[in-house]
């Protein structure tokens, strides 16, 4: 694994057996600017964004804007780590620390520890991830007694419907989860789109796929650090940003925090080849699982 600083652009380029990218750790459009598969030379990330990114601060019917905006400090940790430290501000006062962590042959870890410095009851961070047009959405539900395969969890791949056009598609943990989204805490700021509850995630995993050379970007997290796996829809329209932008975003803690809670989430986001029945995801998964539950 090989990462070096780019004192001109105030980032760090990486390198794995699999993987080359750029980790951009400053600014409002932060994040991971760019991850190459480098078997098939295919970039994941949206030309114009960025995957991983701290965005929306929220808690129950109150925004306190994004990590975006605030000033932070970067740190590297380790020759594969960085840690980026934001300090509470009057808007939002907890402190959020981040650490990026490459690993081989072909991960991106992320660690968000939030502590917190006044009362928030289902404290939310909303983290961003937008994906190259072409990427095709899944979504991993649990089961309903209809289909072919009745009561077993299953991938979806949402297609534009008119029920659901120009809306987030939010797959949330439980019916509890399910109310968090819709709780007032969107209606105060620019308030774009609406969330739209949709079935129980059966996992909170999230695949952006390659169809046409079956490789996937695999994201995902522990269901008690995420309470909703948001989606975009698949479209011939570029012109709608859930379709033009192809975004997951990861809807993480959820936990009423009073002075001094301190939280911590794991998110990996991973890359694959794609098997016929699409299990290597889930196995993938299942060893993040391993790696993470125990901490």
């Known amino acids: ?7 001109q652009h105030k980032g760090w380029h990486f390198e794995t057996e699999e993987l080359k990218g750029f980790l951009l750790p400053e600014g409002q459009r ?9 078997p098939t030379g295919v970039d994941f ?7 991983l990114n701290l965005f929306l601060l929220f808690s ?19 020759n594969n780590a960085i840690e980026v430290h934001w300090a509470p501000t009057n808007e939002h006062k907890a402190e959020l620390t981040a650490i990026y962590q ?36 899944h979504v ?13 969890p ?3 791949a949402p297609l534009v419907n008119d029920v659901f056009l120009e809306t987030g598609l939010v797959f949330p943990r439980d019916q509890h989860a399910a109310r968090l989204s819709v709780d007032g805490r ?3 700021i620019w308030a774009l789109y609406q969330w739209n509850p949709q079935h129980y995630y059966a996992k909170p995993i999230a695949l952006q796929t390659d169809t046409e050379k079956r490789i996937a970007a695999v994201l995902m997290s522990r269901p008690k650090d995420c309470f909703a796996v948001v989606s975009g829809y698949h479209s011939d329209n570029l012109n709608d940003p859930f379709k033009g932008q192809n975004p997951l975003y990861l809807s993480l803690f959820g936990d009423d925090l009073v002075i001094g809670s301190e939280r911590t989430a794991y998110v990996r986001l991973q890359v694959t080849a794609l098997d016929e029945d699409m299990q290597k995801p889930l196995e993938l998964y299942d060893n993040f699982m391993v790696e993470v539950q125990p901490l």
Not at 45 to 51: I, N
């Open 186 to 188: 969107w209606d105060r």
């Open 154 to 156: 299953q991938w979806i």
């Open 60 to 78: 129950t019917n109150h925004c306190m804007g994004t990590a975006r905006e605030k000033g932070r400090t970067v740190r590297q940790i380790a």
């Open 30 to 38: 932060h994040g991971v600017k760019t991850l190459v598969h480098k």
């Open 102 to 137: 490459i690993k081989e042959p072909n991960i991106v870890d992320l660690t968000i520890t939030v502590k917190a410095h006044w009362i928030y009851p289902a404290y939310e961070l909303f983290l961003s991830n937008y994906f190259d047009p072409s990427m095709r959405p």
């Open 140 to 152: 991993y539900v649990q089961g309903s007694p209809y289909p072919d395969l009745p009561n077993q």
């Open 1 to 7: 694994m090989k990462m070096n600083y780019d004192e």
């Open 45 to 51: 990330v949206h030309s114009q964004y960025d995957v």
